[in-house]
Nanobody
Framework: QLLESGGGLVQPGGSLKLSCTTSTIASSTNCMSWFRQVPGKRRREGVAGFNINRVATYADSVQGRFTISQDNTRNTLYLQMNNLKPEDTAMYYC???????????????????WGQGSQVSVSS
């Protein structure tokens, strides 16, 4: 239901843009966000999402470097990642959650539909 693309290998300071296409774009009854997971860590980290007021919310570690956006005409969620750092290396997932997800957009426990993941590697 969620199909991601756009990952890859990039040098520090570089940029990548992830896309997530879905048949059910976020509406008034659900929300979508981006998460990432590093090997060895059990819990996925919230990266960027839209809160109940449709305002973008970011993890402190990516604030000012990442931008989340949504194109309702294409049913696609995007994550523009600039000034990438080696610590951004992870598997990135988009996720769809019900209404409660909109109150805590970076909490993975509120999301029930996940994409397959897209690997982002930042290395010189």
């Amino acid at each position: 239901q969620l199909l991601e693309s756009g990952g890859g290998l990039v040098q520090p300071g570089g940029s990548l843009k992830l896309s997530c296409t879905t048949s059910t774009i976020a509406s008034s009854t659900n929300c979508m966000s981006w998460f990432r997971q590093v090997p060895g860590k059990r819990r996925r980290e919230g990266v960027a999402g839209f809160n109940i007021n449709r305002v973008a919310t970011y993890a402190d570690s990516v604030q000012g470097r990442f931008t989340i956006s949504q194109d309702n005409t294409r049913n696609t969620l995007y994550l523009q990642m600039n000034n990438l750092k080696p610590e951004d290396t992870a598997m990135y997932y988009c996720a769809l959650g019900g209404g409660f997800a909109c109150y805590t957009p970076l909490n993975p426990d509120e999301y029930h539909v996940w994409g397959q993941g897209s690997q982002v590697s930042v290395s010189s």
